[in-house]
């Protein structure tokens, strides 16, 4: 009986020890990298200078975060902070940033904060504040529209006046609405066309690129009337009424604003939703452009621009109580140079939509689902965050971003905000953010 009293005090000594996490500063490989953004030169054949560990992300080294040196699990939120408190002491971050915010949006509060006022590049997380202001301005009913009309009148099989093209920005604007455009003057049968064929391009400025976009990235056209991603819709329609055998008198198209009393011929147009998913799911960045100028337009001053698309989103940032002169807005896909956003305000602008179901119930379907598709699909396999974290990604060199929604083991929802700047190597920010969004799911 004695002995087995002085084995009892051994064993509850032994347990009251420290439990020892693993060392996340020094393992040599890193975590499994993502899928690459549309906007990131690919950089995964570089070695990685400051990697994170090697170890799952489901690993014991996260497990252990919640546990106390008594041996108790934490509650949350307070293991939450403790899991993310260990990832910020990671040697990465002696030479690049991070900003985190964390809101609990069951309990209406911020749950975690790392320099999440700190402004800094947002890469395609910028698509957030795009989107969550169109369906804020526009609405998710919206239509994305490009309109074929007509000039004069039409006698025996001629079309003696002009024809318009009147471009309305639809990225998706593809061979059926063409074939469309061209089949609607021959129902109304139109065999010749004696005038002029014009682009009406007034919907938006002449610029083509955006501002602080870099000269030699693989940068979206800013035409109101594009083909195939290219500004090339004009001759394609050309083609298109040669190919039907309609005969033109001439086949140079100019450019000219549609006059009011046109009449209409055929009207073609892509939904919110079709356009939202393509320009989050993969992060396409002449859909975010399309969108951003579809917020300008909505202003109502012609041509539409990008200064009158940054009003609007400055609108909204101040009914979210947010100093709309504290960041820098440029374009709407994330490509510039000059934008400039904090953790907060993102994290504030998720929060807002979860708040608005007529916003909420568009922007969550279009995000990419982590280890199932989108820039998410191969991130994030594991068994607390496949399926569960839906999040925007973001990466320009340098800079790696994720924001968006989770779901915690208690069944509290979250928004969140990462954004890694400063970073050699894209897939170290990847790596960080994917660990964190561990925490945050996880038991």
Known sequence: MKYRYIWLLCMVAMLSLPVGAQDVKKSAAPLVAGEEEVVEDRDESEAAA??????????????????????????WPENVRQGLDRLLQNDMFETSQVAIMVWDLQADSCIYRHRERQLMRPASTMKLLTAITALDRLGGSYQFKTQLKYTGKIE????????????????R?????????????????????????????????????????????????????????????MDRFVDRLKDAGIVLETDTPQ??????????????????????????KESDNLYAESMYYQ????????????????????????????????????????????????????????????????????????????????????????????????????????????????????????????????????SNGRAFQDRVCTVLCQP
């Open 50 to 75: 400051d990697t994170l560990c090697a170890d799952s992300i489901a690993a014991d080294s996260l497990a252990v975060d919640s546990i106390t040196a008594g041996g108790l699990r934490l509650p």
């Open 156 to 171: 025996e099989g001629v079309l003696q006046g002009d024809v318009y093209c009147v471009g309305g920005m639809d990225p």
């Open 173 to 233: 604007f593809n061979n059926d609405d063409m074939r469309a455009f061209v089949s609607s003057l021959q129902d109304m049968g139109v065999d010749t066309i004696r005038g002029s064929i014009y682009a009406d391009r007034s919907m938006k400025d002449a610029d083509l690129l955006g501002e602080g976009w870099c000269w030699d990235d693989d940068n979206p056209v800013l035409s109101p009337l594009v083909f195939a991603r290219k500004d090339g819709f």
């Open 255 to 280: 450019v000219k604003r549609c006059p009011e009393s046109a009449f209409s011929v055929c009207t073609r147009f892509h939904t919110m939703d079709q356009i939202m998913h393509k320009m989050m």
């Open 295 to 426: 917020i300008a337009a909505s202003t109502g001053n012609r041509p539409a621009s990008a200064k009158s698309a940054r009003s609007v989103e400055r609108q909204l940032l101040r009914k979210l109580g947010l100093d709309a002169s504290r960041c820098r807005l440029a374009d709407g896909s994330g490509l510039s140079l000059y934008n400039y956003l904090s953790a907060e305000l993102e994290v504030q602008l998720l929060r807002y939509a979860f708040r608005n179901n007529n916003i909420y119930m568009h922007l969550r379907p279009s995000l990419p689902i982590a280890g199932e598709d989108g820039t998410l699909r191969k991130r994030m396999k594991g068994v607390f965050t496949a399926g569960n974290v839906h999040a925007k990604t973001g990466t320009v060199q340098g800079v790696s971003s994720l924001a968006g929604y989770c779901t915690a083991a208690n069944g509290h929802h979250l928004a969140f905000s990462i954004i890694n700047q400063g970073i050699q190597h894209h």
